[in-house]
């Protein structure tokens, strides 16, 4: 079956770093979404990939579509206390179904 | 974007009943969907909520656990039946970006105890 591999799992970051996190596939994806999740909440929206090679902006945040159409990595510029959450990739298959990734935990470093 | 509400928007029930959830979009979309969140891990899809025919599940989810409805193009409803600890999750509709807009907008989830 497919497989979709979200890495990493947590990481700690310190205000002003940049964090970067991907997410790789056994299958091919036309449509690639990243979401972040806060707590008690649901997963909003970050930035949307349509076609393979695509670089996208959003902010501070910048996502690339694999030109595999197999992956998919976002960067996350100058960090700040708010950019703290759960980060999930989700790419898109026929009939609309979302397959999401395992998740990246942002966390603050102590 | 689709402006999302969930009710409730959390609940603890006793194991054996049964619990609807509600999903209310503020535009017509054609697709609906509901998904799961277990505790501490990701998203799994349950079910597409289609207009006027019958919910398409996926593997491992069934209708007589997770029965939908879907009466109109703003509406949905999820029943988790005869519940089991198990069952505690958060619970979450989204739907379809809009027309030619693959992407889609989550609700604020329920968070379902069962005891």
């Known amino acids: 079956g497919q497989q979709l591999n979200q890495s990493p799992q947590s990481m700690f970051i310190q205000e002003g770093e940049d964090v970067s996190m991907n997410c790789t596939s056994s299958s091919i994806f036309n449509t690639w979404l990243w979401y972040k999740q806060d707590p008690g909440e649901g997963p909003v929206l970050l930035i949307a990939?349509?076609?393979?090679?695509e670089l996208t902006s959003n902010g501070r945040l910048t996502a690339q579509f694999g030109i595999t159409r197999k992956d998919s990595f976002l960067n996350i510029s100058a960090s700040i206390p708010s950019d703290v959450g759960i980060y999930f990739c989700?790419?898109?298959?026929?009939?609309?179904?979302?397959?999401f990734g395992g998740g990246t935990r942002v966390l603050v470093k102590p | 974007s689709a402006v999302i509400s969930q009710k409730p928007s959390r609940d603890i029930c006793q194991r054996g009943t049964s619990l609807t959830i509600q999903c209310q979009v503020d535009?017509?979309?054609?697709?609906m969907f509901w998904y799961r969140q277990q505790p501490g891990q990701s998203l799994t899809l349950i079910a597409t909520a289609n207009q006027g025919s019958e919910a398409t599940y996926e593997s491992g989810f069934v209708i007589d656990k997770f029965p939908i409805s879907r009466p109109n193009l703003t509406f949905s409803t999820l029943t988790v039946s005869n519940m089991s600890p198990e069952d505690s999750s958060i619970y979450l509709c989204?739907?379809?970006?809009?027309?030619?807009?693959?992407?889609?907008?989550f609700g604020p989830g329920t968070r379902l105890t069962v005891l």
């Open positions: 535009s017509q979309v054609t697709m």
């Open positions: 989204s739907v379809e970006g809009g027309e030619g807009v693959d992407t889609q907008y």
């Open positions: 989700a790419p898109q298959a026929a009939g609309n179904k979302l397959t």
């Open positions: 990939l349509y076609k393979a090679g």
